[in-house]
């Protein structure tokens, strides 16, 4: 079966650029999560799309930004990089928005990206 | 605010012996409690969900409102059950996972 895919896989960049990672849904998700785990931390929520609208914001540094395209897929764009900025990202997506939903909750997850700040 | 506590970041069993990963959680609503495993050089996928009340791969997790806890625990671990395992909440007014610190399990032969 389709799962998520993440480009690219993994990204080196130096201080001050810029870089995209891109995210592909699994088909008929219409919703899609950006974490960010640093180095022996847990996944930290970055931001999410419901729709090609943003449905939630978590700790997203005004550096980076985020859209959902018609093809239901998400980019996340980082700019002026930081040395802080060295991650996993991660793209989850989802058949139906968790707000207010009882029976819902499984996120689908990529292999994520590995961004490498020098 | 919600918040997902694993005290253990590593926990190492024998094979056979069993195996309880803690995990506290602090939400003022009503959450949904997850368990999520990421075996090695694969991606983060659900284990099990409180909501289902299910025995996957032998694990169990009781949603215990009123220690706030949602341990997982199997009562005989097996080799292949080494992977990361993560606590995560959901609140029921939004969109988000929040993940624990995660617990490295072991089990050695």
């Known amino acids: 079966a389709a799962g998520v895919i993440q480009s690219p896989r993994h990204l080196i960049k130096e201080k001050r650029e810029t870089a995209t990672l891109k995210c592909y849904p699994i088909p008929r998700h219409d919703t899609v999560y950006w974490y960010q785990q640093g180095p022996g931390q847990d996944p930290q929520f970055l931001i999410s799309?419901?729709?090609?609208?943003?449905?939630d914001k978590g700790s997203i540094p005004d550096r980076f930004s985020a859209q959902q395209f018609s093809d239901y897929h998400s980019e996340l764009n980082m700019s002026s990089l930081e040395l802080g900025d060295s991650a996993l990202y991660f793209c989850?997506?989802?058949?139906?928005?968790?707000?207010?939903?009882?029976?819902?909750?499984?996120?689908?997850f990529g292999e994520g990206s590995r961004l490498t700040v020098l | 605010a919600q918040r997902v506590t694993q005290p253990e970041k590593l926990l190492s069993v024998f094979k056979g012996a069993p195996v309880e990963l803690k995990c506290n959680y602090s939400?003022?609503?009503?959450?949904?409690l997850f368990w999520y495993v990421q075996y090695s050089r694969q991606r983060l996928q659900l284990l099990l969900r409180?909501?289902s009340r299910e025995s996957i791969k032998g694990f169990t997790a009781d949603l215990n409102k009123g220690e706030t806890s949602f341990h997982l625990k199997k009562p005989f671990a097996q080799e292949e059950d080494s992977a990361m395992y993560y606590c995560?909440?959901?609140?029921?007014?939004?969109?988000?996972?929040?993940f624990g610190e995660g617990t490295q399990l072991t089990v050695n032969p």
């Open positions: 995560a909440l959901s609140g029921t007014s939004g969109s988000r996972l929040t």
């Open positions: 939400y003022s609503g009503s959450p949904e």
């Open positions: 989850a997506s989802s058949p139906f928005p968790l707000i207010g939903r009882s029976n819902t909750g499984e996120l689908f």
């Open positions: 799309f419901y729709e090609k609208m943003q449905s």
């Open positions: 409180h909501i």
